[in-house]
Structure formats: C-alpha cells, structure tokens
C-alpha cells in the first residue's frame, strides 16, 4: 500500500495562523540538492539538536528535541498529540511555484522498516502533482495522509502559490500497527534499518562468492538499493 488517507481532519484555519508565525522565521533550502529544481525550503518544529535550522531527518540514538519555535505553535502541538507514538523530526516543508521534486525513492522510509512519515497540507493549490507510484494524489488542506516513500515519489507545483505541508515523522508501535491495520495496511515484521542493511551489504561484497553476491541483490532488491 503505498498511500492511506486517515479520517483526521485538521483545522485549516488554525493550522494556517501558526504556520504565518513561522513565516517569520528563517527557513533554509532543502538538503537533497540533487532531488530537487527551484525552491524547496524547510524549517523544524522538532529536530535531532533542537535547532530551527536543523531539517535533517536524520537517525540518532538521541532523543529528537522540541525547537523553541514549537513552543509558539499550541494547535499543532495537539495534533502532534493526536498520535501516539515516538516523533522524530517535525517540519514545515514548503515547495514554491514551478519547483519540482524529482522521480526518486527514500530507502528505509517505509513503514515496514519501522518508521512512516506523515503529512498534513496548509496551503496548496490545483496544480500541485504529488505522485507516489505512478498515482497522482491530490491533498486537501487539514487533510492526514500516509505515503511509502521508499516507492518512487515525486512532487510538482505547477500552481502560482506556495505549497506548504507539516510533516511528522513517527515511529512504529503497537498503536499505530493497530491504526494502519484499521485501514487495510497489515503490518509486515519490521526489517532491518537501513544502516544495517549497508553494513550487512558491505561485509558480504568482502567474500566475492556468488552465494554472497546473490544475497547482495536480494537485500538491495528488498530495501531498494540502487
């Protein structure tokens, strides 16, 4: 299943006062320059060094931290509490008029590995294309959704306006198996993290055996490693 549409409805209105609060503040540009054309910028309302300015969704046996700016945002902070789960990195991602995110997929950014990315749109227009295996989701403003971004994914603005989106990244647990399953998502075992995964890789490239090479295609066939 690569995308479920929850029944959450978020409150545009409010969703769109805290997010002018954050207008204020400096967003940086995206850091997967290579993915990307035009402006793609982003700005954290939960990060790894509690930072603003830190947009890594990066892994870390340290807990992430609340920004200061999060702090100014109370609605948001009850849609955070909406579920219940770990949450690693939160941001606001914004993609401007005429930007584009390439054709790519996120290895390890998949429920099954233990980890699912949410995003809830504030501001959108039309024209914006967001395709996750070749299906073309159009999401409203205040609506919830779940998309499995190690399938290849791409996004267009072609729309006159910013598309703005708050993003949480979660991580799995018994509640949210019990959620996913609710909509038609039965919860495979967890793989292995894809930092694993890399090493295990490594280690059999070492034997130059055809049982170890065979073993190397299966795991990145498996976790969509190119």
């Known amino acids: 299943m690569a995308a479920i549409k929850f029944d959450n409805v978020y409150d545009v209105h ?3 006062q805290e997010l002018q609060i954050a ?3 400096d967003w940086v540009n995206h850091f997967n320059t290579k993915d990307y054309e035009g402006d793609w910028k982003s700005i954290s309302l939960r990060s790894a060094s509690g930072a603003t300015s830190d947009i890594f969704a990066n892994y870390t046996n340290e807990p992430f931290k609340d920004t200061p700016l999060l702090e100014e945002l109370p609605y948001i902070k009850t849609v955070l509490a909406d579920w219940k789960c770990e949450k690693e ?3 606001f991602l914004a993609l401007y008029p005429g930007s584009e995110i390439k054709p790519h997929k996120d290895p390890g950014c998949s429920y099954a ?3 699912f990315r949410i995003h809830i749109p ?3 227009n039309s024209e914006v294309d967001f395709i996750v295996e070749n299906e073309n989701h159009r999401l409203q403003p205040g609506t919830c959704w779940y998309m499995d971004f190690s399938k290849e994914h791409s996004v267009k603005n072609r729309g006159e306006t910013v598309r703005i989106h708050l993003v949480i990244d979660c991580l799995r647990n018994e509640w949210s198996d019990q959620l996913f399953e609710k909509y038609g998502y039965k919860a495979p075992e967890k793989k292995m993290p894809i930092e694993q995964v890399l090493m295990v890789i490594a280690q059999l ?3 130059q055996t055809e049982i170890a090479n065979n073993l190397i295609e299966k795991l990145k066939t ?4 190119s």
């Open 113 to 115: 590995d233990g980890n």
């Open 14 to 16: 409010k969703l769109e």
């Open 222 to 225: 498996e976790y969509g490693i």
């Open 23 to 25: 207008l204020n503040s």
């Open 205 to 207: 490239e070492t034997h």
């Open 122 to 124: 504030i501001l959108t």
């Open 89 to 91: 990195t939160v941001r």
